[in-house]
Structures are given as structure tokens and as C-alpha cells.
């Protein structure tokens, strides 16, 4: 409970710190231009199209939909537009079965973006960084049929690996090329290449589901890779992007940059019919991503998101071919909040397993969750929720999880609220 509390005050220093600092002063009548400098430089963002089109990526160069509510602080510092967006899921998971554990933790990650003009476009800096490392432990935390990644040169199963230290080091520079056309160059020491959906701890559609999808090494993994490097373009509606990157999935060591060569490629496509919709499909090569499962993998994912209003939606599939079989994962998630403060979630996944036990194992996953906001100020919003899944399994499976395992979880949610 200790390592909670520490984090909620690691976290929550970064946005008090800015909103003292935004904190009304007496200032002398010279001193007014600054505000209008600030009023001014806002009102050039909404009508310019390139800052719009990086404002909309919620993890490397994914998207929710334009319409989706946007979680953060800003602030204008000498032609810099400055923002920051954090999260933090602290509480209890309980679960069924022999194969089930029980343990209090907490998820967490803070964005930091400064955006400016420069030149004819638009230049971006991102990081995102996590203390997963310090409070999860190399074994992460419990989830019955997840699968993915190691602990002390062993094979995560049951268990959700920590994020790394840095989630994401990276610079984006964007220019309209004429025509509407749109081009930008994306570069990371760690980030996000062109392969797949925004990734579930950004997705509009999970905020208040802070587990993993079971299908997480099917669609979105690959959003803490390293060495990447994306060229794309979008013109109106359509988009597409091509990335180099280094295959292999983080190591154990969470608070290093991994290194290796640029091994790797994707390539995706977006459509964007309306600010409510946003789609991809995209396809990738990832060199030997599995330490312990030596081999290539071919990606492909195709995801649909909308949003209206209050309410937001995804369905995501994603398939793994491997050199001597492919696996699949659909996920289907909903997020809706009502009167003002009150959320409940949904997620349905069916996904295929081939690290349980030998074999391939169609598993079926429902989730149901309840969030409630209890306090809000300018750089947080507070509640408490929980959530609870219900596993349908085959029979090979029962003897080791049950035959009706069950997961349990409640927390407390610290994050930036929304802008509107």
C-alpha cells in the first residue's frame, strides 16, 4: 500500500506542479501581451490542419477519432505548446482456480508533449515513461490466459508483464505537401510503428478497463518497440504509413533503452470517414519477437473505433501467422459514461492461446466494469471502480483452471481529466 500511495505522489507532482504554475498572479498591465500571444497561438491551432492531424495520435502515429475527448493540461511557453497526460489504476485483483492469484498493484504511465511551428510544419516531441518496473515487479500481475513476454528467463503465463521505464521516446515532424496532402516523418529510440490499433492503455474505447487484453500480443504489443522509424502521408480520409523497427520484443532489464537493428517492417492504412470513425488495417514482419520462441511472425490487424458523444467503441482482430501455425484474437470493447461521473465498460474477447499448456486453445473472455468519479480538479480526476471477467474454456482446460474461472478487481483511478 505503501509503493501506491509513493506512486500517486509521483504522478500527481507533474500536474500540481503546472497548475500552480498556472495559478492566477497579479502581474503589471505590460506583462498582458504573453495572454494574448497564448489566445492568439490557440486559435491558429484550431485551423491548422497539420497541427490538428498530430494532436490526434494517442501512441506513436495511431488515432483515436478526431472526436474523442482529449485527457491532459496544456500550457503556452514561448511558441511551445506544452502538454501532459497521466494515469494511474491502484487496487486489488482476486482470481479463481489453482492457476489464479490474488495481489494489490498499480498500472501507471505519464506523457509529456511540447508541440511548436517550425519551418513550413510542425514539430513534436513525446515521451512517456511508467513505473511499472518499480511496483510490478519483473512478473507484472495476475491475469488468468494472458501470455507474453518473460520473468528470469522464463515465459509470462497468467501474468501481464510491467511496461518498460521509457514506453516512449520520440520526435514527429509534419508538413502539408500541397494538395491536402499531409506528410510526416516519425522517429524513435522506443515507440510506436504503423502496426495496429492505438494501444489499449490509450484506446478511448479501454480508460476504464486498465487490464490487458488477452489478444494484447495479437494487435498491439508492438507499441513499445524500438529503433523505429515511420514515413507516411494522409490525404482527406485515407492515410498511410510504412515503418522500420527492431522485432523483438522489451527484455527484462524495464529501466534500459533496448537496442538492436532496425530487423523489422509494417506498413498500415487508415480511413477516417467522419471525426466520430477511425479505421486501419495493417500487416508486419517481426524478426524473432519471442526470446524463448525463436522465429519470425507476420502480424495483421484490421480495427474499426467510434465514438459519439459520451459513448466509445472498438472492434479489433488481429492474427499471428508462425511458421508452422496462426493464431487469432477479436476484441470488442465499450466505454460509456452517464450523468457526468458514472461509467460502465465492456469488453468481449475470443482468442487463441498456444502458451498455456501444448496446443492451440480458443479462449472467451467477458468482462463488466463500474467506474465512479468522486473528485475532479484542473489536473486530475479521481475515482474508484472494479471490473469482473468470466472465462468460457475448452475441456483440456478445466483441470488446471477450473470450469468456471472468475477474475475480481477494484481500484481507485487517478488521471488527467478531459479537455471538454
Known amino acids: 500500500m505503501k509503493k501506491c500511495f509513493l506512486l500517486i505522489a509521483l504522478l500527481g507532482a507533474p500536474a500540481f506542479a503546472q497548475h500552480e504554475h498556472q495559478m492566477p498572479m497579479p502581474m503589471p498591465q505590460p506583462q498582458a501581451q504573453p495572454q494574448h500571444e497564448h489566445m492568439q497561438h490557440e486559435m491558429q491551432m484550431q485551423h491548422d490542419a497539420v497541427a490538428d492531424f498530430l494532436m490526434q495520435q494517442a501512441s506513436g502515429t495511431s488515432n483515436n477519432p478526431a472526436a474523442a475527448p482529449m485527457h491532459m493540461s496544456m500550457l503556452h511557453y514561448r511558441g511551445w505548446m506544452l502538454m501532459d497526460h497521466a494515469s494511474l489504476f491502484a487496487g486489488q485483483i ?54 507474453g513476454e518473460t520473468a528470469h528467463g522464463q515465459p509470462l503465463i497468467d501474468r501481464q508483464h510491467p ?5 516512449e521516446l520520440a520526435a514527429e515532424y509534419a508538413v502539408d505537401i500541397g494538395n491536402g496532402t499531409i506528410g510526416y516523418v516519425y522517429a524513435a529510440p522506443v515507440g510506436d510503428p504503423a502496426l495496429g490499433p492505438v494501444a489499449f492503455p490509450h484506446r478511448i474505447s479501454a480508460m476504464e478497463i486498465p487490464q490487458a487484453t488477452l489478444s494484447h500480443h495479437l494487435q498491439d504489443s ?11 502521408a494522409k490525404r482527406g480520409e485515407f492515410g498511410l504509413g510504412v515503418s522500420g523497427f527492431h522485432g523483438r520484443e522489451p527484455d527484462e532489464n524495464r529501466w534500459d533503452i533496448d537496442q538492436g537493428p532496425i530487423d523489422s517492417w509494417s506498413i498500415r492504412g487508415t480511413w477516417d470517414p467522419s471525426p466520430q470513425w477511425t479505421a486501419q488495417i495493417s500487416t508486419g514482419h517481426l524478426k524473432d519477437p519471442e526470446a524463448t520462441e525463436p522465429g519470425n511472425i507476420q502480424r495483421t490487424t484490421a480495427s474499426a473505433t467510434y465514438v459519439s458523444g459520451d459513448w466509445s467503441s472498438s472492434l479489433i482482430w488481429g492474427h499471428n501467422q508462425k511458421h508452422d501455425h496462426g493464431i487469432d484474437g477479436v476484441t470488442l470493447e465499450s466505454n460509456l459514461r452517464f450523468n457526468v461521473s458514472n461509467y460502465v465498460t465492456g ?44 472465462y468460457a474454456i475448452p475441456a483440456e482446460l478445466k483441470s488446471s483452471y477450473g470450469d468456471r474461472p472468475l477474475s475480481f478487481y477494484a481500484f481507485v483511478r487517478l488521471r488527467s481529466p478531459s479537455m471538454h
Not at 129 to 144: C, I, N, T, V
Not at 222 to 232: K, Y
Not at 379 to 385: A, E, I, P, S, T
Open 222 to 232: 508492438t507499441h513499445i518497440a524500438s529503433r523505429v522509424l515511420t514515413i507516411g
Open 163 to 167: 511496461h518498460d521505464f521509457f514506453m
Open 94 to 147: 482476486v482470481q479463481t482456480g489453482d492457476r489464479g492469484g490474488d495481489q494489490l498493484f498499480a498500472t501507471n504511465w505519464f506523457m509529456g508533449i511540447a508541440e511548436r511551428k517550425l519551418g513550413p510544419g510542425h514539430l513534436m516531441l513525446r515521451t512517456m515513461l511508467s513505473l511499472e518496473p518499480l511496483f510490478l515487479g519483473k512478473r507484472g500481475y495476475p491475469e488468468l490466459f494472458q501470455t
Open 347 to 390: 469488453r468481449l474477447e475470443i482468442v487463441d492461446k498456444d502458451e498455456l499448456l501444448p496446443g492451440v486453445f480458443k479462449v472467451k473472455a467477458l468482462t463488466f466494469g463500474y467506474t465512479k468519479d468522486l473528485f475532479r480538479t484542473s489536473d486530475l480526476l479521481g475515482g474508484v471502480g472494479g471490473n469482473v471477467t468470466a
